[in-house]
């Protein structure tokens, strides 16, 4: 098969051939329709992931159609159209047993822990557990923006942010997770507040439903901006960038007892982050992380989606081969770009 694969962290990725995957007994091999380009990509070409032994194929947002299954799996026929979360879970830790795979003690995620999607086949384990079944009538670029950005997004806002209509939802960074929180948070009866430095970004962001939008690059104080402008601050902030300065104002926009989320990752060569902790005392504010979301959680989701109250299909703004992904991903680090670039390695 052919397959971006990198050598070293940082330096070019190249497309060439390799071996194609075989399936774990518990796991399938899936042909690649589309796949989305991450920020997560990025950090793991960076070096940023401990787990990624090289040389490497990135990949982890990803839509297809079942091509090999393991012995063991029951559930799945080649043939079968599918997505997956980024992390697949081993279904028999403890976390898993409580329904919390996306915190699987023993998870594996394409892209990191083996080769991803970023090529024409890819593996994926434990199928009964992770695999999510694509309708007929949903495209698999659609499907593939779920995986990650999209499912990443709706847990922030719905699961783990606890929204309610009618709240104040600060969201920091408009790339494709932003973006989702942005269409998730206004769907669902939020007015919402779109912070990025990308006059772009902010444009897709009001066209999904931002009430306001705050330029970061022309505001000396966002956090501030962000309190004047919801009357105390918001209620429920996300940074979905992940970087010190993201994460700090995120904190800061929020009124008493309003909680922040992360789900922008913060690499920091001592591995911390400064977090504003004297205003989270101060005003009983909340500090929670987002991971993913577990597969057997996508059906509230989905209906949304097939109903159209949920448009994740508009945040496709890309499409592109797999000989342009190389350089796509390189870019990511100074122009990450706005909505959701797929690669199609078939075409």
């Known amino acids: 098969m052919r397959a971006v694969v990198f050598e070293r962290y940082g330096e070019p990725a190249e497309v060439r051939g390799v071996a194609d995957p075989?399936?774990?007994?518990?796991?399938?091999?899936?042909?690649?329709?589309?796949?989305?380009?991450?920020?997560?990509?990025?950090?793991?070409?960076?070096?940023?992931?401990?787990?990624?032994?090289?040389?490497?194929?990135?990949?982890?947002?990803?839509?297809?159609?079942?091509?090999?299954?393991g012995a063991r799996v029951t559930s799945w026929r080649p043939g079968d159209r599918v997505t997956v979360p980024f992390v697949c879970a081993c279904g028999g830790c403890e976390a898993c047993a409580a329904g919390d795979q996306q915190v699987c003690e023993r998870q594996t995620q394409p892209g990191f822990t083996h080769w991803g999607s970023f090529a024409q086949y890819v593996a994926l384990d434990h199928a009964d557990v992770n695999l999510v079944a694509v309708p007929e009538e949903m495209s698999f670029a659609t499907a593939a923006s779920l995986g990650c950005r999209f499912a990443t997004a709706f847990r922030a806002v719905v699961q783990q942010g606890r929204m309610a209509a009618g709240?104040?939802?600060?969201?920091?960074?408009?790339?494709?997770?932003?973006?989702?929180?942005?269409m998730i948070a206004a769907a669902s009866g939020a007015r919402v507040v779109a912070v990025d430095v990308s006059p772009a970004a902010l444009d897709l962001a009001r066209k999904f439903g931002a009430a306001e939008c705050v330029d970061a690059s022309r505001t000396q104080n966002t956090a501030e901006a962000i309190r004047d402008l919801t009357g105390g601050g918001a209620h429920l902030s996300l940074d979905a960038l992940g970087s010190p300065a993201t994460c700090a104002a995120s904190v800061g926009g929020l009124r008493r007892r309003g909680r922040h989320v992360q789900v922008g990752l913060l690499p920091s060569p001592d591995g911390t982050t400064p977090v504003p902790m004297a205003r989270a005392i101060a005003l009983e504010l909340e500090l929670l992380g987002s991971h993913g979301m577990a597969a057997h959680t996508y059906p509230p989701m989905l209906e949304l989606v097939r109903a159209g109250v949920l448009r994740p299909d508009l945040l496709v703004t890309s499409t592109i081969s797999l000989e342009a992904a190389p350089a796509a991903l390189a870019a990511m680090g100074t122009a990450p770009g706005a909505g959701v670039t797929v690669i199609e390695p078939w075409s």
């Open 22 to 69: 075989e399936p774990a007994e518990h796991g399938v091999v899936v042909r690649v329709e589309a796949t989305g380009l991450c920020r997560s990509d990025w950090h793991g070409w960076q070096g940023h992931d401990p787990d990624i032994a090289l040389p490497h194929v990135p990949g982890h947002e990803l839509a297809g159609v079942v091509e090999a299954v």
């Open 167 to 182: 709240e104040w939802v600060a969201v920091h960074g408009c790339g494709g997770v932003g973006l989702s929180a942005v």
